[in-house]
């Protein structure tokens, strides 16, 4: 049998952690510290894009890789922190030449290509709210979210226009500017649309950022609940002080480190960890253009030199599935920290990072609505493989217990579950569900966040994750919202009713499980269901759409006529099926 730690001792740390041991350390950086390592704007006020590029741009780092970008053919092209300092500056000037200015929302559709990452760094100094989304959405994710957040600017490229956007322009009034880059370097001419390149290329060097307060917002990220709309997590420029904490405690990141975050800037941890955080640190960040292929990522991490890697436990369970021997072929020898994050990592998993890649993964939790990690495995922590580890320095994590009928108690004695709350207060909490004040007032009590997580912390401080308290799936690390999906199917003639799960999966955590009952007239059967797939795919897009979908002749309803989709889960998995009081013509 396996131990239950796996011990770290100092001499196998190749390089002494930002985050000794507890015993070994001074008190760690206070939020109020952190925030004086950060330089503030030269004529007062913070602005992300200042302290994540300009600000090294004018030092020593000016020439000092910030990003080596992957192209899907394997060129490879280095952005300077000067090149992105400039880049930036001149996507800025493009804004502010449509007359887009501080406020203004711009959202960015692309895949992981150099665009957007100046996109996202040129709009934040030209003080602009940005939403990167994910280029695998269908039509209609990318349609709600712009008229969500009354996008002002789309960055996207000639092919996603095309495909997903050009259908849904009619419903963006707001959207006054589609800025295009065309795929393999070719301009653009789709009327009602400008081409970015050429924008580019005639806009000026230099820009003085417009000046940005710390709580001025700066990022929109749209998440899922169970119910209704994507919400639309508001993000201030003070997120940056979190994101520097956690560059250098959760990930350890040393000056002259090759960093490389898996995660698409479309989700969260793209954005705060693929973009923000290392260049806050000044290190230089790998990004890939291509999706995952084990054998590709294993040569990354070997020819890149690659010291902290930062990924996901679907992507880690894909290597482990793509064979031990493939991952022999290769050497790591400057790899000195792995982590991971998104989705439960399973002790075996853990322990595979440690007997095949040599180092075990670390696991760690945050989510979208907190902006940066809450609760981490540290390079100098013993780790306990299936825990997500213990809070940060400035993070308060407590369990509570949280009724229905709304109260909250603090559980203060250990391996009881509960809610995973957190003391409110550290500089990367959302500060507002755009247009949706009662969903916001709703996630606290008093001072604390309610992260909607169900959890247990163990006598030694370790939190284990133990599952959600609502209905959204997890799949390969997305968060899905089960009523986007189902109200797509219920688009379709044939669609009566809807209900929608996530149904475990060995790889990919949960994948989408649809069931449907039909109209009158409409037969259930493999033509229709082939039928139904393609029609969710082609609105929602392949990160979103169900996987399976399976007839039935109605759906579990509580008697106010809400669907149970805890119900169609536990048959689905031939589990218990609880309280069925609620059930409408139940007990
Ligand atoms: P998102 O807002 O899309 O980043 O998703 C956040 C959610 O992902 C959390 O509320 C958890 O349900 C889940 N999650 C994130 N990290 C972990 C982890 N280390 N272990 C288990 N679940 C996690």
Partial sequence: MRPTFIRKS??????????PRPAEREAPLSVQAARHALAGLPGGGLNIAYEAVDRHAAGPRANHPAFRWLCRNDAEQIF??????????????????LGVGKGAGVFVLCGRIPELYVAVLGALKNGCVVSPLFAAFGPEPIATRIALGAGRVLVTTDTLYARKVAKVMHALPTLKHVLLVGEGGATTDIPGTLDLRRLMDAAADGFDIVPT?????????????????????????????????????ALDFHPEDIFWCTADPGWVTGTSYGIIAPLLHGVTSIIDEADF???????????????????APTAIRMLMK???ELARKYRFPDLRFIASVGEPLNPEAVWWGQEVLGLPIHDNWWQTETGGIMIANTPAMDIKPGSMGRPLPGVEAIIVRHEDNGAVTVIDVPDVEG????????????????????RYRKCFAGDLYLTGDLARRDADGYFWFVGRADDVIKSAGHLI????????????????EAGVIGKPDEIVGEVVKAFVSLKKGYEAGDALRLELLGHARKRLGAAVAPKEIAFVASLPRTRSGKIMRRLLKARELGLPEGDTSTLEGGA
Avoid: C
């Avoid at 919202?481 to 009566?496: D, I, K, N, R, T």
């Fill in 419 to 438: 809610e995973l709350a957190l003391k409110r207060g550290w500089p990367s909490m959302f500060r507002g569900y755009l247009n949706q004040e009662e």
């Fill in 293 to 311: 292929d084990a054998e590709r990522w294993y040569r990354i991490l070997q020819d890149h030199e690659v010291t902290v890697w930062y990924t």
């Fill in 10 to 19: 100092a001499s196998e740390l190749r390089v002494p952690p930002n985050l």
């Fill in 80 to 97: 300077t922190y000067d090149d992105l300092a400039l880049l930036s500056n001149r996507f800025a000037n493009v804004l502010n030449s």
């Fill in 481 to 496: 919202g089960p009523f986007e999906v189902e109200s797509a199917l219920m688009e379709h003639p044939a669609v009566a």
């Fill in 322 to 324: 793509a064979g031990t």
């Fill in 213 to 249: 307060a710390a709580e001025d917002p700066a990022l929109l990220h749209f998440t899922s609940g169970t119910t209704g709309t994507p919400k639309g997590a508001i993000h201030v420029h003070d997120a940056a002080v979190m994101h520097y904490m956690t560059g250098k405690y």
